[in-house]
């Protein structure tokens, strides 16, 4: 009478990127880019939070290189992006001051000064991708 053989030893997987998951197609991967884009809707605003991540590691830990949010503002076919707010990694957000925005550009986005920060603040994403960028 034969005895069944030992289950075979555990597999140890060295490779960081296989032991989370990730599929071997990420392995090459050099840079990661996320946006958010949301449109309020009291005022049209349509406002992006960008965030870029070193790899595809660095997206599971929540570690973005740098965030930024900004709004678009439409003429047409043409697209202007003014900065809201950007943050480095690991660090608190800081956003754009508006009393530096020309006021042509206010009166083309339809808000206030105050009403751009209170959206800047309220609807910028930076702690979706950083929990650090919130403080």
Known sequence: ESEAPPPPPPVIVEDEAARRGLPDAFEDIDGI????????EESGLEIVTGAAFASPEAVL????????CYVNLRDGATVRQITLGTALAGEAAVFADPKRLEPDLLDALGVSREALAKAAREHCRFADFDPAAAS
């Open 61 to 68: 830990d929540s570690k973005a290189e740098r965030i930024w």
């Open 33 to 40: 880019t996320f946006f958010i884009t949301e449109t309020l």
